[in-house]
Nanobody
């Protein structure tokens, strides 16, 4: 059974920081590109960032570039999202996904976690 479990969400004030984690099981973790998407209430899920299987290739949406950093530790089957200088518009449920390529569309991802809530107050 493939399982992706996100953790680390919470409530922070604007300008604060959070570090999210996503731990995978049941799949060959290093084979998959991993991505972080986010979904605000009433909105479509949108791409935030992704990382290649070996960790050397990364992509960022313009909305998070310079503030978010994605990384992975294949020995721990875990992908991380470090977020700094958070803004109220970053408020969303954050999901990690696993894909066969680094895509920007949610339908390109094969597996998803349940999500973790990030709330940024002004």
């Amino acid at each position: 059974q493939v399982q992706l479990v996100e953790s680390g969400g919470g409530l922070v004030q604007a300008g604060g920081s959070l570090r999210l984690s996503c731990t995978a099981s049941g799949l060959a973790f290093s084979v998959y590109h991993m991505g972080w998407f986010r979904q605000a209430p009433g909105k479509e899920r949108e791409f935030a960032t992704s990382i290649s299987g070996n960790g050397f290739g990364t992509y960022y949406a313009d909305s998070v570039k310079g503030r978010f950093t994605i990384s992975r530790d294949n020995a721990k089957n875990t992908v991380y999202l470090r977020m700094i200088n958070l803004k109220p518009e970053d408020t969303a449920i954050y999901y990690c996904g696993a894909a066969f390529s680094i895509g920007t569309q949610s339908n390109e991802y094969r597996y998803w976690g349940q999500g973790t809530q990030v709330t940024v107050s002004s």
